[in-house]
């Protein structure tokens, strides 16, 4: 299978250059070999690929891989903006997304080791950097990057396979690095707050000296900092370089790279729900800051580095060839003490006694991503058609080991620490394998624009092959899948601003897991989704108002069953989500910024290996979310060069496991920025900013979500910082 993915990736490379040279040669014999001439095209406005403005973006290439505005895409994007994630003071890709409609990003609470993100239902979004895989929850990498490091983060909702390959049906979210923009960039900031929070980030711009052709671009970021849970901490810094080549008008080459270590990546503190959702009896809830594991023991130690590439270059006014590679490592390594369980009177319930258990293990991922499009503007007739055409190959391997060992309890009454020698813990193994995933696919899409009517149609075809080598010895397992995969879309602009559309779409993903004893190769899990929205911008404002209706149903759901004290996975599974999502983001006249949004969610198990789940709501999902935020910058008076803002989040309740036997509570939060340009009170101080920010006000308590009756996380307590910023 590997070299029949290989040779179709060399033989559709080669399709690809012959389909340029031809169209190329076509055009200069038209010219009966006079060279071609071409003009000089200015591009105005905002381009879907460079930094965004102020909160409210109108382009964007993640719905489409082409600079396309929004308006004129019949799917859900959303896109944060630098700005936007400056003035919240973001902590992780997760946190940006918190004021998005659809989006539930509190699923693991304070827990921040990765960015689990769950979207329209759906859990393990993968995230995507600059338009290339950068890691996909499921596939146990644990890659992470901090968001200092990024010019925007882009989500866009529902099955998107026919661009993307294997995804999950939920969305994807594409994060943006910061790139050289050929302007100089200078800017140093230093952060200090709650919990020993201490950072210092860097941002450095320019072009070579002695070069018109080449610009360069430098960021880095570090922090230290103590988490919720007594004992744990957060530590590490990165660095991502760049460099762009534009030889001319029409060739761009940008190199992109980057470096994150982290010595103490995280914490993750799995709870029972009683204890959290409901209180012991005779002793009540466990603390928010009580600490399972032991500082002896506990580690997540994490490495990544990738370098790659974006390069673009248009033959004519007709034809643009882009190509777009990366290589990413990642190295952990994690120990930790796990929540078992919490032995209760059979009569009073009472009980402060938890069980635990040893874990502990690591994994090194290697991934290589490769991207080749080819893309072709032209007219027939009264239509004008954006045609992309491309091939992708992906690889991944990783090597995996995992075991575990017994370990004294501890009691909540009287928590003991560093009294077990653990280096001494020898940890069984329970699971050492090597998996290699290979997916190769060919795609096309064709924009059409007929006046006021924009047409979307994509079609693409995916082989992919799994191979799982067992260590154990009890294990090995190999896939090889196909699929086809598409969509269709329609949207039509009124002079108004206002934009009715409709799409349908499909998703596919191979599945990792192992089937049990005497079954056979698991069917890629499948996924449709039919949309319908409005979108609302009016021309000359910076006001984005959307509304959309999405009726999505995932087929040949994998889920697993315990026997004999064993996960055992089955492929009997169907899930539907329909719902409403909202949202506002208007920069009202020139100091007033507002983001709005509420999504409800209507889930239901269709089918299942357990009967008692079939027509419930899978756990995680709350059926209401709303979030709202307003900022106003003062412009003269007294108060020229303060802005204030404010938000307010709100999380309805959830099920707290898959056959709804108990319920977690919905919480509302409240947040608040602060910020006072030294400018306003001396010219000398041009570039100078403060900014306070304040998360969770109110320091309230609640469990963000519980997957089971011993999988449960309290959400992120109050924190505050400050952020002393100089730009030149």
């Known amino acids: 299978m590997s070299r029949m993915l290989k040779n179709r990736y060399f033989s559709s490379s080669a399709l690809l250059l012959l389909m340029v040279s031809a169209m190329t040669s076509g055009a200069k014999a038209q010219e009966s070999g006079n060279p071609i001439v071409l003009d000089t095209i200015t591009i105005k406005g905002e381009k879907g690929n460079g930094p965004v403005k102020g909160y409210v973006a109108k382009q964007s290439t993640a719905g489409t891989k082409t600079d396309t505005p929004l308006i004129k895409t019949p799917q859900s994007v959303a896109v944060i903006s630098k700005e936007q994630m400056e003035d919240m003071d973001v902590q992780s890709v997760a946190e940006s997304l918190r004021f998005t409609p659809g989006v539930n990003t509190e699923y ?330 290979k997916q190769a696919g060919i795609y096309v899409q064709d924009q059409i624009e007929i006046g006021k009517l924009n047409l979307m149609a994509g079609g693409r075809y995916d082989w992919a092959s799994t191979d799982i080598d067992d260590k154990l010895g009890t294990g090995d397992h190999s896939y090889d899948d196909d699929a086809f995969t598409w969509r269709v879309g329609a949207v039509y602009n009124f002079d108004n601003g206002l934009a009715p559309y409709a799409s349908y779409s499909t998703s596919f993903e191979p599945s990792l897991n192992v089937p049990g004893k005497g079954q056979s190769a698991f069917k890629p899990t499948t996924a449709d989704q039919y949309e319908v929205g409005i979108k609302y911008a009016p021309e000359g404002t910076d006001v984005v108002l959307t509304a959309a209706y999405f009726d999505l149903t995932q087929e040949d759901v994998v889920k697993s069953d315990w026997i004999d004290g064993q996960a055992v996975y089955r492929q009997i599974g169907k899930i539907r989500n329909r719902g409403v999502e909202l949202s506002a983001k208007a920069e009202i006249y020139e100091n007033l910024t507002l983001i709005g949004s509420y999504a409800y969610l209507d889930s239901e198990v269709k089918n299942s290996i357990n009967e008692l789940e079939i027509g419930k709501t899978p756990a995680r999902q709350p059926a209401h979310q709303a979030a709202l935020w307003v900022k106003y910058d003062f412009d003269h008076g007294a108060l020229n060069g303060l802005s204030v803002g404010g938000g307010v989040r709100y999380q309805g309740k959830s099920w707290g496991d898959d056959t709804n036997t108990f319920e977690v509570d919905s919480a509302t939060l409240f947040d608040a920025m602060l910020s006072y340009d030294f400018e306003a009170v001396n010219p000398e101080w041009k570039g100078l900013k403060l900014q306070v920010n304040g998360k969770n006000l109110a320091n309230k308590e609640f469990v963000a979500s519980c997957s089971n009756s011993t999988a449960c996380f309290y959400g992120e307590g109050r924190t505050v910082t400050a952020t002393l910023k100089k730009s030149w």
């Not at 490769?370 to 091939?391: M, P, R, V, W, Y």
């Open 108 to 437: 693991r609470g304070a827990s921040n080791l990765q960015d689990e993100i769950g979207v329209r239902g759906f859990y393990y979004v993968p995230r995507y950097l600059d338009g290339l895989l950068f890691d996909n929850s499921v596939s146990g990498s644990y890659s992470k990057i901090y968001p200092y490091l990024l010019e925007r983060v882009e989500l866009l909702s529902g099955p998107s396979s026919v661009l993307f390959g294997q995804t999950n049906p939920g969305g994807i979210i594409n994060m943006v690095s910061k790139k050289p923009t050929g302007e100089p960039i200078r800017e140093i900031e230093f952060t200090g707050g709650s919990r020993n929070h201490y950072g210092a980030s860097f941002d450095f711009s320019d072009q070579v000296p002695g070069s018109d052709a080449l610009s360069y671009r430098v960021v880095g970021t570090g922090l230290t900092t103590d988490l919720q849970e007594d004992f744990t901490k957060q530590e590490g810094f990165a660095i991502a370089p760049s460099v762009t080549w534009t030889p001319d008008d029409h060739t761009t080459l940008t190199i992109l790279g980057g470096y994150q270590r982290e010595p103490h990546a995280g914490f993750r503190n799995f709870l029972d729900a009683v204890g959290t959702v409901t209180p012991i009896p005779g002793y009540g809830y466990i603390p928010r800051d009580f600490f399972v594991s032991d500082p002896d023991f506990e580690k997540f130690e994490r490495d990544q580095a990738w370098i790659g590439y974006e390069f673009e270059r248009e033959l004519n006014d007709t034809f643009t060839v882009r190509q777009n590679a990366r290589y990413q490592y990642v190295d952990y390594e994690h120990h930790t003490l796990v929540y078992g369980y919490r032995p209760a009177d059979p009569d009073t319930g009472e009980g402060t006694v938890i069980t635990r258990a040893a874990r502990g293990g690591g994994a090194r991922t290697n991934q290589f991503t490769i991207d080749n499009q080819i893309e072709a503007k032209f007219s027939t007739g009264a239509a004008e058609h954006t045609l992309l055409g491309g091939f992708d190959y992906r690889y991944y391997s990783r090597d995996y080991h995992w075991g575990g060992a017994s370990v004294p309890d501890i009691d909540l009454t009287d928590p003991r620490y560093g009294t077990i020698d653990y280096g001494s813990i020898v940890l069984n193994p329970t699971q050492i394998d090597d998996t290699t995933a």
